[in-house]
């Protein structure tokens, strides 16, 4: 972490910040002790959802830090984060806004809302009745099925070829979102110029950007200055995005004849909305929509490379119980292993290790300590799913501990959270779970799967690379064997 941008800093910016800093809060949770000025800054380092972990084993299960002039109030056990995402949810549900996310698209948004206000809650309601209702993810079924259709022709031509797995899920769930959103598709398989990583980049400096260490955040009297340029890079890649389908919009906004098939973006221009609110909503699902999916299976197929008896289990299951090479997704329920095993990938890997960060809007109480207003507040899920006070061998990869087990995902099971809770949980669970368990099934049941140059599966590469999505820090490539 470079702190150069301090040397700019003049005397007097230096006063009022230790005046600030000096004004702390009484009965705080507990934490490391902060240096004056830069507070816990040096002690966070790159990987935030392992060091935080680390601090709530000395200090408790809830902790705080100061990063510069701002206070974060980290979450580590079920009972700190049913108090947050729960208890005083209604205090605690604004979303704190990093710097390099402002715009004036902000007002737009639906992921990175500040408020829970009557904007919003209409915004998600369209979004959930249009796109993520049970009614509307069983309506998405047939493209759905046709798009892994075509993913696995692809893989079928790539035999014995070295593929990039994620940039392949990556390219079919976009695919799938932009025919959803915009009725057409943007990306293509057999592209070889590099346009769906090229796509995948920008998305993810957005979101690299967002989550740097950044002055403007730590000391928010700097915030205009923008010291870091981190607000303009990602108002450029911003730009560059909604230019590639711009011309998209207005098409569907002067079609004079009715188009033959609806997507969400004619209800959008039917509902009022402008193009700014339209490519902004645009950019939050396909970032949500992508990102998460798209890391999920990686780390899911990497599990199994790891795990042959895993995958030995899954593979009886789906000969036993599937009657055909395509799967359909009304038979996922007859799969309890497979779900088992999904939801173990979610324990130990979830989508979002911190999930997204929240912002206290008044000051409450949570565990008996004082949260105060404008705290930025995190809930370390990775760090939940790994506690061996919740969970028996928690580094283990075993799929059977959720078998029988009635712990969901779905915002009520607090040692189990991988799309978070309360008002700001992920409103794209149904249609995100449906798409990992139909591609998982579907390559388990058509492949067999080898790394490269005969590469010793135990010693396969698992770091892991924090953002706001947790992905393996090496891109998983494997060879694909259609089995016969």
Known sequence: MSFSPFLLLSPLFLLLIIRKYFKSEKNLPPGPRPWPIIGNLHQVGENPHVSTAIFA????????LHLGTQVLIVASSPEAAMGILKAQDRFLSSRFVPNAFYSHYLPYTLIWSQDCNENWRSLRTLCRTEIFSVKAVESQSSLREKRLGQMIVFLCSKEGQVVNIEEVVFTTMFNTLSTIFFGKDFLDLKDEHGTASGLKEKL???????????????FPILQKLDLQGLRKQNLKHVKEIFDSWEDVINERRLAIVPQKEQCFLDRLIANG??????????????TAGTDTTTSTIEWAMAELIKNKNVMFELQQELKHKINSSTIVESEISKLP?????????????????????????????VMNYTVPRGAQILVNI??????PKLWEDPLL???ERFLGSNLEFRGQDFEFIPFGAGRRMCPGLPSGITSVQTILASLILRFDWVLPNDQDPVKLDMNEKFGVTLQK???????FKPLK
């Open 337 to 365: 292993y497979l779900n088992a095993f999904i939801k173990e990938t979610l324990r130990l890997h979830p989508p979002a290790p911190l999930l997204l960060p929240h912002r206290a809007i008044e000051t409450c109480e």
């Open 397 to 399: 990869f075993k799929p």
């Open 473 to 479: 820090k090496k891109p998983l490539q494997l060879i």
């Open 57 to 64: 084993q000395e200090h408790g299960p809830l902790i705080s």
């Open 382 to 387: 990775w760090a939940i799913g790994r506690d």
């Open 204 to 218: 993810s400096k957005i979101l690299v950007n967002g989550l740097a260490p950044n002055v403007s955040d730590f």
């Open 273 to 286: 909305f402008s193009n700014d609110q339209i490519n902004m909503l645009a950019l939050e699902l396909f």
